[in-house]
């Protein structure tokens, strides 16, 4: 239940296309879903988090579309470009054991935009 | 600001001996996080921390320990490293536990 599952592991998308990634998650009791970029050799970064209260929060390019009712989560990236290439992880969390927040991250996946 | 730094960025250890990864921040959070990242797979919870002389386990503790002595330092200390333990070595802060700030990370190798 304290699983975050994320799809695809991998991905090749073409520059100005768009990139879609899918976490799916089963405790209803996780109440704020980040996604995370990371870059070669770098620690992972905040890029765009959503809470469960709206269905869609967008920042420039990147989109977060959010299903309460299916328990999954997405991240679309428009007009890709091959700076985006990087390895992307959603997260959830909610309040353990005790009233701390901890985050539970998928997998990953890597993406690849080519020019 | 700093933020998150780690040290040292590369290690290489023998089977058994010890060593502490270092790990500062300077944004004043409350919390912070020790995660590994092995190839191919997401971030695994070692140990966290919701304040000085507050620490507890996360989802795979053994073989590590911690401790928290003041706001701004975590260290990780490995006792007897063991090749399991080789892995990216990732640490973490955060104002609420929510937004986590990640440091440029610990590569280490056990061999």
């Known amino acids: 239940q304290q699983q975050v599952k994320q799809s695809p592991q991998s991905l090749i998308v073409q520059k100005g296309g768009i990139s879609i990634i899918n976490c799916a998650y089963e405790?209803?009791?996780?109440?704020?879903f980040p996604w995370y970029q990371q870059f070669p050799g770098k620690g992972p970064a905040l890029l765009i988090a959503i809470r469960p209260d709206v269905s869609e929060k967008k920042e420039g390019r990147f989109t977060i579309s959010f299903n309460k009712s299916a328990k999954q989560f997405s991240l679309h990236i428009m007009d890709s470009q091959p700076g985006d290439s990087a390895t992307y992880f959603c997260a959830a969390s909610t309040n353990w054991a005790g009233g701390y927040n901890k985050l539970i991250f998928g997998a990953g996946t890597r993406l690849a935009v080519h020019p | 600001n700093a933020g998150v730094t780690q040290t040292p960025k590369f290690r290489i250890l023998k089977i058994g001996q010890s060593m502490t990864l270092q790990c500062t921040q300077d944004m004043n959070h409350n919390y912070m996080y020790w995660y590994r990242q092995d190839p191919g797979m997401g971030l695994k919870l070692i140990y966290y921390?919701?304040?000085?002389?507050?620490?507890d386990k996360g989802e795979v503790p053994n073989g590590y320990n911690v401790s928290r002595s003041t706001t701004e330092d975590f260290p990780l200390r490995l006792e007897l490293a063991a090749p399991s333990q080789t892995s990216v070595y990732f640490c973490?802060?955060?104002?609420?536990?929510?937004?986590?700030?990640f440091g440029p990370g610990t590569r280490l190798t056990v061999t």
């Open positions: 973490a802060s955060s104002h609420q536990g929510r937004e986590q700030y």
């Open positions: 405790n209803t009791a996780f109440d704020y």
């Open positions: 921390s919701v304040g000085a002389g507050i620490t």
